[in-house]
């Protein structure tokens, strides 16, 4: 994964990516490759997530995303997961919701979880 993300030209093809980070053991590369998407295949990062959505951390992705601003980015993968009920899914696509003046999303957002 690593040389795939340190020689994108000569080695990088999404569907083998995606398959093979899905096996990695070590959590934190998730991270180094939702970066990866962001740099250079920003509008493939929502296809990643799905992918890695089992074994991630929703709440630090959520916090990765605010605090670099990428929410509106990734909202595809928020509502994804937000059946999951975590509160800092919910929060942040109900932030989303109230920027977009979407209210029946944000009720529809609010009455289900």
Same mark, same amino acid.
């Given at each position: 994964?690593?040389?795939?993300?340190?020689?994108?030209? #000569? /080695?990088?093809?999404?569907?083998?990516?995606?398959? *093979?980070?899905?096996?990695? /053991?070590?959590?934190?590369?998730?991270?180094?490759?939702? =970066?990866?998407?962001?740099?250079?295949?920003?509008?493939?990062? !929502?296809?990643?997530?799905?992918?890695?959505?089992?074994?991630?951390?929703?709440?630090?992705?959520?916090?990765?995303?605010?605090?670099? !601003?990428?929410? =509106?980015? *990734?909202?595809?993968?928020?509502?994804?997961?937000?059946?999951?009920?975590?509160?800092?899914?919910? #929060?942040?696509?109900?932030?989303?919701?109230? #920027? #977009?003046?979407?209210? =029946?999303?944000?009720?529809?957002?609010?009455? /289900?979880?």
């Amino acid at each position: 994964v690593l040389t795939m993300m340190n020689h994108p030209t #000569e /080695a990088w093809r999404e569907s083998h990516f995606k398959d *093979v980070i899905t096996k990695v /053991a070590n959590i934190e590369l998730y991270y180094k490759a939702i =970066q990866f998407y962001i740099d250079f295949k920003p509008m493939m990062l !929502n296809d990643l997530l799905m992918v890695l959505s089992p074994r991630m951390d929703h709440t630090r992705a959520v916090s990765f995303f605010t605090k670099n !601003n990428y929410l =509106q980015l *990734v909202k595809p993968y928020l509502r994804s997961v937000q059946s999951l009920n975590n509160k800092a899914i919910n #929060e942040a696509l109900n932030g989303l919701f109230v #920027e #977009e003046d979407d209210f =029946q999303g944000l009720r529809a957002s609010i009455d /289900a979880f």
